[in-house]
């Protein structure tokens, strides 16, 4: 299972942006599908998680701004970025769990992130 990130820019302070992920490989089902974000010298926060049936979770830092949605027939997972202030600048990483098929056609758990991309807001 891969996870490919993208979207990510240079916006100045007020901006937007539209972060996408698209996750491809055997699945058979998708659960939670989650932004992650790390800016420098700090630890990896969770950003924002939307489920399989569409409910969304949000870190108060990012609330009314940030809005994630997904297309569960793409596999594809978005996340839209208003009002970005520089404090959103870091590496954002998508990640998600569910089941893939293996070779032998069995439903095997999975957990996987994508590479990252990189969000800077400038004042």
């Known amino acids: 299972v891969q996870l490919q990130a993208s979207g990510g820019g240079l916006v100045q302070l007020g901006g937007s942006l539209r972060l996408s992920c698209a996750v491809s490989?055997?699945?058979?089902?998708?659960?939670?599908i989650e932004w992650h974000r790390q800016a420098p010298g700090k630890e990896r926060e969770l950003v924002a998680t939307?489920?399989?049936?569409?409910?969304?979770n949000y870190a108060d830092s990012v609330k009314g701004r940030f809005s994630i949605s997904r297309d569960n027939a793409k596999n594809t997972v978005w996340l839209q970025m208003n009002s970005l202030k520089p404090t959103d600048t870091a590496v954002y990483y998508c990640?998600?769990?569910?089941?893939?098929?293996?070779?032998?056609?069995?439903?095997?758990?999975?957990?996987?992130w994508g590479q990252g991309t990189l969000v800077t807001v400038s004042s």
């Open positions: 490989g055997n699945i058979v089902s998708i659960n939670a």
């Open positions: 939307i489920t399989n049936g569409g409910s969304t």
């Open positions: 990640a998600a769990d569910g089941l893939y098929y293996t070779e032998d056609e069995v439903p095997v758990a999975f957990r996987s």
